[in-house]
């Protein structure tokens, strides 16, 4: 079996039961949607522009959707041992973390994918032409954040106390794409020329490759027991 | 002379303080069924997790048919072992033919929805395959992993309690497996509280007690008054331990 294909696999498979289940599209959806909520009526968005506020309130939503997509999907994989008939196949376990990062990335997408309209009708903002740049500001930090939250949510997904340490680890290590994302997406909403935004998309892609290459690397020392 | 199926030499496996498997040297030769029993914490699970190449040895080496999993081909020789357990391995939401759907692609067999077809008349499930596997009861869902376990035909099975929760005819059913698996030349090892189900399948007794092996010997003859004077003969001659070993 080719690489990609377990890969594929693996997301597929996630695709499949989160659709058939709808356990965790629910919770995601409702959980950013409150962030938004709460976030309009703690702050008085006639006097404050949204500009200076918003990209962090889209973030706590996206990252702690991201947290919690994380946690449920790794619990499913916890019960009834399913990781380990994974991890027992004959393909590279590496391919299990990259199928996680996909189906993770892409949950995180879909919520994203409803939230940003969302919080433009509900804060009056424009992306103009800035649109694509946005998808790509976005594309970029949700595929670090699940890439990096896949890793350590694979890693404490066998210990005990795995819910507890997860944010524990993730949060320290999460903070420079969070830092990226927050700054890059503030920018994008401000309309600032790209060099001024260009050196924290790189930082994003950088934090992307390295983590998505260490983790691709270290996989497999990551999950022994 | 050909290798083990599988071999333990001088494996020793500590989680902290504790020494989960201490010293365990092990050659099991192909076609043998081995009942591997202990009372909790003996190490039993462990032992197979570390055959299964799921958990890294602190000290000594597991070979597999007398390669070192570390060293072989890895995919090529996890083709050869099937891991049952307790545990189903099954996703819930999936349907029992997408179940063993997903797990033969993974293993890359030809045709996988044909494989799955067949595993699944052999288990008696092809009327519930369009079902998800959370409306199985215990017993079917133990059927659909035994399915899995086997559906790649493995040369090596690995047990970890897999009568755990079973009512009587799903036990006869999953017993009846593993004799057609030992006729077909596999290698197995079942770890087990039940004597009186693992005996009959049994070539081979193997007694763990706190991660070593206090006592071996053939099935073969092995009654219930015999297999107590092995116990006896180990330290689990305490009541309450024979009692948890059985």
Redesign the interface.
């Known amino acids: 079996m080719s690489y990609l294909r377990a890969v594929g696999l693996v997301a597929a498979k996630d695709l499949k039961t989160e659709l058939r289940s709808r356990e965790q599209a629910v919770t995601l959806l409702f959980f950013a949607l409150l962030v938004l909520v709460i976030f309009n009526f703690t702050f008085d968005f006639t006097v404050i522009d949204f500009v200076t506020l918003g990209a962090g309130i889209l973030w706590v939503a996206f990252i702690f959707s991201g947290v919690l997509a994380l946690a449920h999907s790794f619990q499913i994989e916890r019960e009834q041992g399913r990781i380990r008939g994974i991890l027992l196949a004959p393909i590279d376990r590496s391919a299990f973390y990259l199928g996680k990062v996909a189906s993770t990335a892409l949950f995180m997408a879909a919520v994203e994918t409803v939230v940003v309209p969302v919080s433009v009708l509900m804060f009056n903002y424009r992306f103009g032409p800035r649109l694509l740049l946005a998808i790509l500001v976005l594309v970029l930090n949700t595929v670090g954040f699940a890439a990096v939250g896949s890793l350590f949510a694979a890693m404490t997904t066998q210990t005990r106390k795995g819910e507890f340490l997860l944010p524990l680890l993730l949060f320290p290590a999460a903070v420079p794409i969070a830092l990226a994302a927050v700054k890059t997406t503030s920018l994008v909403l401000a309309g600032r020329p790209f060099a001024r935004y260009a050196p924290w998309l790189g930082l994003s892609a950088a934090y992307d490759a390295i983590f998505l290459a260490a983790a691709v690397l270290l996989f497999d020392f990551a999950l022994e027991e | 002379m050909s290798a083990a199926a599988l071999q333990a030499c001088a494996l020793r496996k500590r989680y902290g303080p504790v020494a989960a498997i201490d010293g365990i040297d092990l050659a099991i030769p192909r076609g043998q069924f081995v009942a591997l029993f202990g009372p909790n914490g003996a190490g039993k699970s462990t032992l197979l997790?570390m055959f299964?190449?799921?958990?890294?040895p602190s000290s000594g080496s597991v070979r597999i048919h007398g390669e070192d999993p570390r060293q072989a081909d890895?995919?090529?020789?996890?083709?050869r072992?099937g891991?049952l357990?307790h545990?189903?391995?099954?996703?819930?939401?999936?349907t029992g033919l997408?179940n063993l759907v997903?797990?033969a692609?993974?293993?890359?067999l030809p045709d996988p929805p044909g494989a799955a077809r067949e595993a699944l008349r052999a288990a008696g499930l092809e009327d519930r395959r369009s079902d998800?596997v959370r409306g199985y009861s215990r017993g079917m869902q133990q059927r659909l992993a035994i399915a899995?376990a086997l559906l790649h035909a493995p040369d090596i099975l690995l047990l970890d309690e897999p009568f755990a929760g079973l009512d009587r005819d799903a036990a006869d059913g999953l017993r009846d497996r593993l004799l057609t698996a030992r006729r077909a030349g596999a290698t197995c090892v079942l770890a087990t509280h039940d004597f009186a189900t693992a005996l009959p399948v049994a070539d081979r007794v193997v007694v763990l007690v706190s991660g070593r092996i206090a006592a071996e010997r053939s099935a073969r003859g092995l009654d219930e008054a015999a297999f107590d004077a092995l116990l006896r003969s180990t330290t689990l001659d305490r009541p309450e331990a024979r009692e948890a070993a059985r």
Not at chain 2, 52 to 56: G, I, K, Q, Y
Not at chain 2, 87 to 94: C, K, Q, R, S
């Open positions: 997790g299964a190449t799921l958990v890294r890895r995919p090529a020789l996890m083709r072992i891991v357990s545990e189903t391995f099954l996703y819930d939401h999936l997408e997903f797990y692609r993974l293993y890359g998800q899995r």
